[in-house]
């Protein structure tokens, strides 16, 4: 079965109950045992609930993953995930990377003996070296946040293995429909289906994918025991976003790429990020890997502070806003949105500047949105 069609089918067989053709919302804590010896496959929501099931299986089989563990949002998955870690172990991670994730690295598992190296993971000898004795995991993202760099996840699951590594990759950004990580080597896939998955910027979730029983096992025990599930509704509302999966991220990369060809030549532009030019220190890497370049765009503003303050105040059809991946366009300020948690001396070193924007294209009509960007430049 292809991508557009697992999207809508797999999970989402007719109620067993009732034969609706949609999978219903169990809004239910419980679920009543029938006879006394006999264990059921639902029975008390915190460990599985039908909705969530649903997700859980359409979301992995587009990762081309046995296994999906939903959480209630895509940094509780990221939390189930270095659970697994014991006090001791290292890390290596990029040195761009999600805000919060950089924050539940430092924050919450570097005090709890969780070490990190943070590296510049487009130098794979720079990986190669941060390895210890002790790492057990490599953390990638890619396309990174704001800059849009791509790393190799071919390239860099043979040397995690090589040295006994799980290989971790957040493919909140590519999407399934663009990359899928697990066919080039990595273990495990997590997902912020805040953003694409879910598409429609009303729902926080997040979701683990892997091919490993063992992996599985262990990240559904962090699942039931922490606790951090999302509820029947918001797995709903994901599964109905991911439906349209397909078809959005199509949009979503026709209008990046109108955006992009609009903003690279536009006198007031001073640089821009976009992994589909062939002028993108990554392109390469990004055309091998992914079959598509995403929705997102980043560009340095000519000018400072003043000059970026004034285009967003000027814009119309884009809202700024921290999130990406839905429907609707939005601007991101990162050195003062989701990096403003972020050292400065690794803001100045990648790069993430004063005036550095961030934008995730909406579905809406490219037309409307260029008009948009060309009067706020104005
Ligand atoms: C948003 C995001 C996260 C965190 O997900 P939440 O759903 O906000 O908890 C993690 N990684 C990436 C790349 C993100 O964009």
Known sequence: ???????????????SATHSAITPIYQTSTFVREDISKPQSFEYSRISNPTRHALEV???SLEEGNYGISFASGIAAEHAIVSMLRPGDHVIAPEDMYGGTYRLF????????????????????????????NTKMVWLETPT????????????????????????VDNTFATPFFQKPLLLGADIVVHSTTKYINGHSDVIGGIVITNDAHLNQSISMYQKSIGAIPGPFDAWLTLRGVKTLAIRMRQHEENAWAVATFLKDHQKVEAIFFPGFDTHP????????????????????????????????KLKIFHLADSLGGVESLVNYSTKMTHESFPVHLKQKLGISENLIRISTGIEDKEDLIADLKQALE
């Open 106 to 133: 430092t924050q919450v598992m570097e005090p709890m003996n969780i070490e990190f190296s943070f590296i510049d993971a487009s130098n794979l000898e720079e990986i190669q070296s941060a390895f210890k004795p």
């Open 282 to 313: 990554n392109h390469h890497i990004a055309k091998k890997q992914m079959t598509g370049f995403g929705g997102l765009v980043s560009f340095k503003l000519k000018g400072g502070y003043a000059e970026v303050k004034t285009f967003f105040e």
């Open 58 to 60: 359409c979301v992995a």
């Open 1 to 15: 079965m292809k991508f557009s069609t697992k999207a809508i089918v797999m999970g989402q067989e007719p109620d």
């Open 145 to 168: 946040n704001p800059l849009l760099k791509i790393f190799d996840i071919e390239a860099i699951a043979e040397i995690s293995h090589k040295n006994n590594a799980l290989l971790v």
